[in-house]
């Protein structure tokens, strides 16, 4: 069993930055995913690694833009946004994935997921 807390989101001006945490306990033998939902709108795929972080996905949206990172010590997974667009104003979730050794973008996929966290982005 995984549990999972985000953590780090807020109100930002466009063009900022943010930085999101995900808290996991349990086991961290998982692909860990980011994705988002806007009003009105399905959820989507952000990113997501891998068990040992050496494989990463990105939505073409946030390429360049955003990087997911691990800590497997800290129980935590992270996503860097930068160059915050208007567009990217959503709930943020993390999920969790028991690691088959490819890192999937479905939300199909995900075994676990947080209760999110929202991020506004001004313009």
């Known amino acids: 069993q995984v549990h999972l807390v985000e953590s780090g989101g807020g109100l930002v001006q466009a063009g900022g930055s943010l930085r999101l945490s995900c808290a996991v306990s349990?086991?961290?033998?998982?692909?860990m995913g980011w994705f988002r939902q806007a009003p009105g709108k399905e959820r989507e795929f952000v990113a997501a690694?891998?068990?040992?972080?050496?494989?990463?996905n990105y939505a073409d949206s946030v390429k360049g833009r955003f990087t997911i990172s691990r800590d497997n010590a800290e129980h935590s997974v992270y996503l860097q946004m930068n160059r915050l667009k208007s567009e990217d104003t959503a709930v943020y979730y993390c999920?969790?994935?028991?690691?088959?050794?490819?890192?999937?973008?479905?939300?199909?996929?995900?075994?676990?997921w947080g209760q999110g966290t929202q991020v506004t982005v001004s313009s």
């Open positions: 999920a969790a994935e028991v690691d088959h050794g490819v890192v999937v973008v479905g939300t199909g996929d995900y075994d676990y």
């Open positions: 349990g086991s961290t033998y998982y692909t």
């Open positions: 690694i891998n068990w040992s972080g050496y494989s990463r």
